[in-house]
Each structure stands twice: as structure tokens, then as C-alpha cells.
């Protein structure tokens, strides 16, 4: 069975670490397979919101990283936590929050968001919701 490369994930140092910085990244063409279906992607977006500590993830090795998703059978509750878990073993972030968001399968969507660490006073929210507003995506239009 294939699996994800989390060894794809690199780092570059955090040049304000002093900082609580609220990282949010989107995906929204993240692919994987249907275990037992490999004829059977599913598509979906994942968003990734974090607060680096010293080092932080360098943008294209995470797309690289999440592209490594698409011949792996795995359900959308493991790789959404998978995804959590590789980021956390990379960087050590102060707080993070992954969120999946799967397209359409049988009439049904599903919703996963797997959390770790705790929001401090200190964290700036976010001022609008990305993963609701993809209009800034071609495709998305």
C-alpha cells in the first residue's frame, strides 16, 4: 500500500518567533483514493492553520508533501489526521488545526477538523474564513 511522504515536508526558520504569527494555508485540490476503490478518488480541500514556533513549512514542499496524497487509499479521517501529525512532527507548532473538507461521494460530504495545542489570548483570529471564500480561485469562480 502506498503511503503519504511526510520526508517531503521542509523547513525554513522562523524570523519572528518572538511573534505569535497565525500561518493559514488552503488547498483545495487535494486527492486521494477510496481504500479497497482505487478507481474511486476523492477530492476535497484541506486548510491548514497554524502558530510556528522557530521553524515554519515552506509552501511548495507542503504542496509537494500533499500531492504525495494521490495514490494512497486511506479514509478522510486518517488523512486529515496524518496530515496534522506529519506537520507536528516537522515544525512543532505552537498550535495548529487541519481541516478537510471532501467534496460530494454517494450525496454526502464530510467535514473533518483534527486540532492540537491551545489558542492563547495573544493569537490573532482570522479576519475572514478562507475556506469559505474561494472565490479567489479560478476554477472556484
Not at 493559514?24 to 477510496?34: D, G
Request: aromatic letters at 8%.
Amino acid at each position: 500500500m502506498t503511503s503519504a511522504n511526510p520526508e517531503a515536508l521542509e523547513l525554513v526558520e522562523n524570523e519572528y518567533p518572538e511573534r505569535n504569527t497565525r500561518v493559514e494555508i488552503v488547498s483545495p485540490e487535494f486527492t486521494c483514493l477510496c481504500p479497497g476503490k482505487r478507481d474511486q478518488p476523492d477530492f476535497g480541500t484541506i486548510s491548514i492553520e497554524y502558530v510556528p514556533d522557530e521553524t515554519i513549512v515552506e509552501l511548495k514542499s507542503l504542496k509537494y508533501y500533499l500531492v504525495s496524497y494521490r495514490d494512497v487509499e486511506i479514509y478522510h479521517e486518517p488523512a486529515t489526521n496524518q496530515i496534522l501529525e506529519d506537520i507536528v512532527e516537522a515544525c512543532e507548532p505552537r498550535w495548529i488545526r487541519v481541516t478537510g473538507q471532501f467534496n460530494v461521494r454517494g450525496g454526502i460530504t464530510t467535514d473533518v477538523v483534527v486540532e492540537e495545542g491551545e489558542l492563547t489570548d495573544g493569537i490573532p483570529e482570522s479576519q475572514t474564513n478562507r475556506t469559505e471564500d474561494l472565490s479567489r480561485i479560478p476554477s472556484e469562480k
